[in-house]
């Protein structure tokens, strides 16, 4: 099942995509990466889906992705006593640790940490930003504030803090236990939510063990503050537009995206753009104009992957909207422009041999005949940097460790193929060369590049590069092994 784009799809699965058939249609569609939200559904719930993927997975011999997004802290309101309350702006409401039931005065925070966080002109937003609010005063147990935007709050509403570090960690007790749970059962990818600091990767990197990849997703303002130091330690990113959006000021999200997008492409790591991409068709079977133009715009940046949420997880159109995903993608991908915007933004990097090796891959392929990149790899970093030099023919990573197989299912422009384990080159350029011919990348008439480290099996040891002709008896009566 070749695609035909090189962008991956990430689909979350949820009440609406709950059964084998489903899940199927949604990987026929074009589904790359299957997301499990942590925050919704029990442990039961979620390995069985993880279940139906690896079963789909051996029933179509393809390495497919799993993502366990984790819940991250979350700061909410207590309770009103009528259940809710109108604000109006420019009254005063305070918040406090009581755990009395508020009116349309006061109600409890219980979150102590946010009130040692905060300072006087900082911001609370309530309910997703619709109320807001500014602070005049605060102490170890309550902010007083003027209302700048009201509306009505009702129990348990979530609260944001985007002016302030909080001192929360990243991972609550129940991201702890569901951390585990995803590693004991096997997902490919844990994404951590609410990132702030680069500590906050760093514990969950220890908590995880190498069993899964780990991906920073950057909704807080501290986190785009940080950016660089989070990259540095996280695996990939995923922008999450959906809080980013009520931290900051909506019109800077767009820039920012850009921003955080080629930060990631320049450093050979996956980036996903999440949130909204095609939220109308959770009730539609269309989409509207502005979610095709913003799928695209994530596209033409170069992002390794667009996500859908409620779309795939709960929406009446799930297998449609994955395959509006796929379509936008095949038709973006096939724009002359695309190819200029993508080269144009192209990093140079010669710091390594490795990196010299894939740049000079890239321009092998594209100033020759070439169909296909072909990669063998230990790790999935050889992998990663020729993605990183988004190349104009598709790239197949070959390799031995199913698990890096399933974390590069991530990784822009990939195909992931399992091979055995290697002695001799001559091996190596067989099985890509049969590779790129069973899975139509190729046939008799045309070449591939491979790529591979010797000694094999060994990381860090990409030092060779041959132009192949995918003729396997060529191949067999040249090669003077």
Avoid at 44 to 49: F, I, L, M, P, T
Avoid at 97 to 114: K, M, T, Y
Avoid at 256 to 284: F, H, Y
Avoid at 391 to 417: E, Y
Wanted: aromatic fraction near 4%; charged fraction near 25%; proline fraction near 5%.
């Amino acid at each position: 099942m070749r695609r035909l784009r090189n962008v991956k799809i990430v689909a979350t699965l949820g009440p609406s995509s709950n059964d084998y058939d489903t899940i199927r249609a949604l990987f026929e569609a074009g589904a790359d990466v299957f997301r499990l939200n942590m925050s919704h559904g029990t442990h039961d719930e979620q390995r069985a889906r993880y279940d139906i993927i690896r079963r789909i997975e051996a029933d179509l011999n393809r390495p497919i992705a799993v993502l366990a997004d984790l819940q991250g802290p979350k700061l909410r309101v207590g309770t009103f006593a009528a259940g809710a309350a109108d604000l109006e702006e420019g009254q005063h409401f305070r918040f406090d640790l009581s755990e009395a039931p508020g009116d349309g005065h006061r109600v409890g925070l219980p979150h102590p940490e946010i009130f040692a966080a905060l300072e006087p002109g900082a911001r609370l937003l309530v309910n997703d930003g619709k109320i807001r609010m500014r602070v005049e005063a605060c102490g170890a147990d309550f902010a007083d504030c003027v209302v700048t935007a009201g509306g009505t709050i009702s129990d348990r509403k979530g609260v944001n803090v985007p002016d302030v570090v909080l001192p929360l960690r990243a991972l609550s007790d129940k991201d702890r236990e569901d951390l585990e749970f995803a590693c004991e059962i096997g997902a490919d990818w844990l994404a951590l939510s609410f990132v702030q600091r680069p500590e906050d990767v760093v514990e969950a990197r220890g908590l995880a063990r190498g069993r899964a990849a780990i991906l920073s997703k950057i909704e807080k303002p501290a986190a785009v503050r940080s950016f660089n130091e989070i990259l540095s330690v996280s695996d990939g990113i995923m922008v999450a537009r959906g809080d980013l959006g009520v931290e900051l000021p909506v019109h800077s999200v767009p820039p920012i995206q850009k921003q955080l997008v080629r930060a990631c492409r320049a450093a050979g790591k996956p980036v996903i753009v999440a949130t909204q991409m095609l939220e109308s068709m959770i009730e539609s079977p269309m989409p509207t104009r502005a979610e095709v133009s913003d799928v695209a715009t994530a596209i033409y940046e170069g992002a390794d992957a667009v996500m859908l949420s409620a779309e795939s997880a709960a929406g009446q159109y799930p297998v449609d909207a994955v395959e509006t995903m796929n379509n936008v993608a095949i038709s973006v991908e096939g724009d002359q422009t695309y190819r200029e915007v993508i080269e144009a933004s192209r990093k140079a990097q010669r710091r390594t041999v490795a990196d010299a090796m894939v740049a000079a891959a890239r321009e092998i392929a594209e100033t020759t005949d070439v169909n296909a990149i072909c990669c063998f790899t230990q790790s999935g970093t050889t992998v990663s940097l020729v993605a990183r030099e988004r190349p104009r023919v598709p790239i197949l990573a070959m390799s031995p460790i199913t698990s890096v197989l399933r974390r590069l299912c991530l990784t822009w422009g990939v195909h992931c193929v399992y091979a055995g384990e290697l002695e001799r080159f001559k091996q190596a350029v067989v099985g890509a060369v049969r590779a790129a011919r069973e899975f139509g990348f190729a046939d008799e008439h045309h070449k591939i590049v491979v790529i591979a480290g010797v000694p094999f099996n060994v990381q860090g040891s990409t030092n060779i590069i041959r132009v192949a002709p995918c003729d396997e008896r060529l191949i067999f009566r040249t090669d003077p092994e």
